[in-house]
């Protein structure tokens, strides 16, 4: 196979564009680093883009190198033919391969082996030829009898066959492909209940849908079901359809006395071998359709969640509620330093709620903050109402946000918190990282495990390693599209940074313990076991705000330093009016000078010019302070209050399959079906909707006893 070309082919690109991709990966460079800084190598392509071809690459190269496994193994026994070297050669896909390989693979001793051992495979020959003047099966089969070798009848001699028979059939890569492909069109998935109790599971006690048609999330409702024992599943298919396929490769289509007796022995085949392998091989491809379509939606929902925007100097305060145990209390001032913890109880007594007020409002008073983070787990909503109430008898200005404590429980207990708040139990760390989630979600959540953030469907049902390494490269991508800052960055997240691995991480942060603040880029150099390789690949994704040059505080590479000071000069400027933002016009100067012969002039490509232009010109930015900020709330409605037709604007907590759950301030998130977004025709949320988007919703109907809001993003009309 050409991976060039196949690769050309499936991502819609040229030759040069997939040539240097490869070249650049095979050299070591990260996504990132490819993504912002080689992007004249590949014509800008994204970091997604980039990242699916180098899965699809490594796909590509593990298919060529069973491809060639195969066909050694094939021509070690001396079975290999030019016809089987070419399907071997035209196979697409490791299943593929493995049909072919099928009838060469070794085997344990089957009823096929053990009839060839009694010498029975010439008989199965001769039956298969389906010759019109051959004897009948019966009177070949009288040749055979052997008692030495327990072929004591003829019966027996062609009962032996035709086992040889039903295995040739079912080993046949053309039969099997042929009925894959029917299971998949025609094919229908079957379950029902294997307990007399309801379920979540209840919905698909008695269900039956067409392979085609079946979605991602209904498959894999159902195989957790049957996981747990609620249900009994089967893939169907007609036999009659099946049976054709088969009798249109075996039959020779003629009067022969032996046709019937293949005919047989292929119905064996189907009903013995190929239907349930082909079963397993149906559901298990469902699966994997099912959970790649799912871990592709957790990570389009992962990274805005972490690109949420911040909420900036900000002392803020985080409640971590509970029952029991009391409503854990954190106060952090502007960079996230705790300055105080405690507990409160709002849920045992008046007496003890009125305390809990008390307390908060002094700690409010006294520190002067500005915004409380509420976690939304057990006990959220009690929490939220008494926080709404509280604000009212406040003379403070004080705005709160309920945020997502998922993972919250993961952190608190893992080594990483332990060393960073070793003061605190498990429960005081929650709230210190519910704080920081509303100050900083990227930097609070890079310490979670991706997985336990939570922001999809049936995670935990996913293939391990396929889940964390499409997670992992998000939070790669969104860490990196950030940036971090040398003096502040944790090792946490300076371990997302391209190139950068834990220890040289936490070598940075030491470096910066023991010798103070950096003052340059250039001085992580310094730093144990950070190589030039290193440096290349994550220099551009640092920032030095303390730095004399301006340009260790943008997302300009060092490489290109010299190209971006003659650029500063040929527009009349210098670095240190970048510095001072006094170099409004640059963009003018640069449309009069004519792009394209400055970047001939600096020997970089026109996409370089453009990124240096663009962080000229706002050095230090984030790009999550050009997103919508989040949406802050000072009351809170109940349930009750909720009246069809109603019109709020909520929050998207999560996108799935079939819609989007969106808060709107009632402590139960409200779902918007896919069917009630918008006007026009999707095929899923994520064309439209995102998590953390503010919009605008209506009630269409509360079930308070379920707990079920269905809202619309179609505005209803006036009557």
Not at 66 to 94: C, G, W
Not at 352 to 358: G, I, M, P, R
Not at 389 to 396: D, F, G, M, S, V
Not at 507 to 530: D, F, H
Request: proline share 4%; charged share 30%; with cysteine.
């Amino acid at each position: 196979m050409n991976i060039i070309t196949a690769l050309t082919k499936q991502f819609g690109l040229q030759d040069w564009q997939v040539e240097n991709t490869i070249k650049l990966i095979d050299e070591g460079n990260t996504i990132p680093f490819i993504a912002r800084y080689r992007k004249e190598a590949h014509g800008t392509l994204d970091d997604q883009v980039l990242r699916d071809l180098s899965d699809r690459l490594e796909y590509l190269r593990n298919l060529d190198k069973r491809r060639q496994e195969i066909a050694n193994s094939i021509e070690t026994q001396e079975a290999m033919t030019p016809e089987i070297a070419k399907v071997i050669e035209d196979a697409q896909t490791l299943a593929e391969l493995e049909d072919i390989y099928r009838p060469f693979k070794p085997k344990r001793r089957t009823r096929a082996s053990i009839a060839k051992e009694k010498g029975l495979q010439p008989l199965a020959d001769q039956i298969l030829k389906q010759e019109i003047d051959c004897m009948t099966p019966i009177e070949l089969a009288e040749q055979y009898i052997n008692e030495e070798k327990d072929v004591n009848t003829a019966q027996d001699a062609l009962a032996g066959a035709c086992d040889i028979i039903a295995e040739h059939i079912s080993d046949n890569a053309d039969i099997r492909r042929r009925l894959k492909n029917l299971f998949s069109v025609v094919g229908v998935l079957q379950s029902k209940n294997q307990k007399d109790e309801d379920s979540v599971y209840s919905l698909y006690y008695d269900f039956s849908q067409k392979i085609e048609k079946l979605a991602g999330h209904q498959i894999l409702a159902i195989d957790r079901g049957e996981k747990e024992g609620f249900l009994k599943v089967s893939v169907t298919l007609e036999r009659p359809k099946a049976m054709s396929v088969i009798e249109s490769i075996m039959l020779k289509n003629n009067n022969s006395p032996c046709t019937q007796t293949v005919k047989e022995a292929g119905e064996d085949a189907y009903d013995r071998l190929i239907y349930p392998s082909v079963e397993r091989e149906i559901r298990s491809m469902l699966t994997e359709k099912a959970t790649t379509s799912a871990i592709k939606v957790f990570a389009s929902n992962l990274r805005p969640l972490l690109l949420c925007p911040p909420v900036k100097n900000k002392i803020t305060m985080g409640l971590d509620p509970g029952y029991r145990t009391g409503c854990k209390v954190a106060v952090v001032d502007k960079t996230g330093r705790v300055l105080d913890t405690g507990v409160i109880y709002i849920t045992h007594s008046e007496a003890q709620k009125v305390q809990a007020q008390k307390y908060i409002a002094d700690l409010i008073k006294k520190y002067d903050v500005e915004i409380i983070a509420i976690g939304n787990g057990t006990a959220s909503k009690e929490t939220e109402i008494f926080t709404s109430e509280l604000l009212k008898q406040i003379p403070q200005k004080v705005s709160y946000m309920v945020v997502s404590e998922a993972g919250a429980s993961v952190y608190s207990a893992s080594k990483l918190a332990a060393q960073e708040f070793p003061q605190f139990d498990v429960s005081l760390r929650s709230a210190v990282s519910i704080a920081r989630r509303l100050q900083d979600p990227l930097s609070e959540l890079v310490k979670i495990e991706p997985k336990a953030i939570g922001v999809g469907q049936y995670q935990h049902d996913m293939p391990k390693k396929e889940l964390e390494a499409a997670l992992d490269g998000v939070v790669e991508d969104c860490v990196n599209s950030v940036g971090a800052d040398l003096n502040t960055a944790s090792p946490s997240l300076l371990s997302r940074i391209a190139g950068i691995n834990s220890t040289v991480a936490q070598n940075i942060v030491t470096y910066r313990e023991e010798n103070g603040a950096y003052t340059s880029r250039a001085q992580i150099k310094k730093v144990p076991k950070l190589g030039a390789k290193t440096f290349e690949q994550c220099a551009g994704f640092l920032r030095v705000a303390e730095s004399k040059n301006v340009l260790d505080n943008t997302g300009v590479h060092p490489e290109s330093y010299d190209a971006a000071k003659k650029l500063l000069q040929l527009c009349g400027y210098d670095l240190k009016d970048a510095k001072g933002g006094n170099i409004a016009e640059l963009s003018n100067k640069i449309e009069e000078l004519g792009a394209n012969s400055i970047a001939n002039q600096l020997e970089i490509g026109e996409p370089t010019l453009r990124d240096i232009e663009r962080e000229l010109l706002k050095p230090g930015r984030d790009p999550r302070d050009e997103l919508p900020p989040p949406l802050l709330r000072t009351d809170v409605m109940e349930m009750k209050d909720l009246k069809s037709g109603m019109e709020l604007v909520g929050t998207v907590r999560n996108v799935i399959d079939f819609g989007a759950f969106v808060d709107i301030g009632v402590h139960q998130d409200g779902l918007v079906h896919i069917s009630q977004i918008t006007n026009k025709f999707i095929k899923h949320p994520s064309e439209v909707l995102k998590v953390g988007d503010i919009v605008k919703v209506w009630v269409m109907e509360v079930d308070v006893d379920r707990k079920r809001i269905s809202l619309t993003m179609k505005q209803p009309k006036e009557s």
